[in-house]
């Protein structure tokens, strides 16, 4: 782990691992330390994995504004870690939530991107709706799993506007292509690494402007891969696929299978994505 000093002087934490070209990696959550990304998947014997961990999270340090958790806020952490590290412009990959930070990222700073890996992106930077029913029907796919009623009549509620905390419980297996105690460990992991205080305030008013953020990144240039889950019903294939139309230079792979954690549904799969979009 090292630590270097964000614009406003936060201490902020990054961890590496792994030999050959860097990664950025901007984790999800919102406002999760990167530890959960784990190797993504092997990525580390071809590449070298830079985990950001965002202010108020892992190892960095709480900021005295809290209202610089919100997401467009961030984009000034990111590029401070690109000027620590020395680079003129990096690869950058972002998951989940992070993916937000990530688009903005690119928006503000277009020159500073090699290559954009968007792995199963959240859609509130870019405007995208994700309408109840594509939820459901991505949920349909898993009818057979002995979990299936309990879990979908759950996730009925929660797109109905009728969520309790116990739904939101009762829907977690569908984020990963195996319900078991290896993935609830996983899960009780994100939980207790989560700063909710900052997930709260990652998308307060102001952080987003979809439709300049479309603009921006319409005329970004740089090769883009967004990486959906067949089965993940955060981020359904139709709309990763407009997703990835926002670009003019972008791509979508849609992995086999997966639920909202790729590199854990099947790790050699999504390295084999990756190597093929970056090259390496």
């Known amino acids: ?82 000027e620590h590290l020395g680079l003129d412009c990096t690869d950058l990959l972002a998951h989940s939530g992070g993916a937000n930070l990530a688009v903005l990222y690119a928006a503000r700073h277009p020159d500073r991107v090699a290559r954009l890996l968007l792995i199963t992106p ?22 057979n799993e002995p979990w299936f009623a309990s879990a979908y009549s759950a996730l009925q509620a929660v797109t109905a506007g009728r969520a309790t905390a116990d739904s939101w419980s009762a829907v977690a297996p569908f984020w990963h292509a195996r319900w078991d105690d290896d993935a609830r460990a996983f899960d009780d992991a994100g ?22 953020t479309r603009a921006a990144l319409a005329s970004f240039t740089s090769p883009v891969l967004v990486v959906a889950g067949e089965k993940d019903l955060a981020a359904p294939p139709r709309v990763m696929r407009e997703f990835a139309e926002l ?18 549904d099947d790790a050699a799969r999504f390295a084999a994505i990756v190597k093929s979009f970056t090259g390496r």
């Open 1 to 82: 782990m090292v630590t270097f000093s964000a614009h406003d002087g936060t201490r902020l934490a990054y961890h590496e691992s792994g030999d050959g070209p860097r990664l950025i990696c901007l984790p999800g959550g919102p406002m999760q330390s990167a530890a959960y990304l784990g190797d993504l998947g092997g990525l580390t014997s071809h590449h070298r994995l830079t985990g950001l961990d965002p202010r108020g999270t892992g190892q960095s340090a709480v900021p005295r504004d809290v209202s610089s958790y919100r997401c467009d806020r961030l984009v000034g952490d990111v590029e401070a870690l690109r």
């Open 122 to 143: 959240s859609v509130y930077a870019v405007g995208l709706e994700i309408t109840p029913e594509d939820r459901l029907a991505t949920a349909r796919l898993r009818r």
């Open 191 to 212: 939980d207790r690494a989560k700063n909710y205080e900052a997930a709260a305030l990652y998308g307060a008013q102001g952080a987003f402007s979809p439709a300049e």
């Open 247 to 264: 670009f003019p230079n972008a791509e979508l792979s849609v992995q086999p299978g997966a639920g909202h954690f790729h590199w854990r």
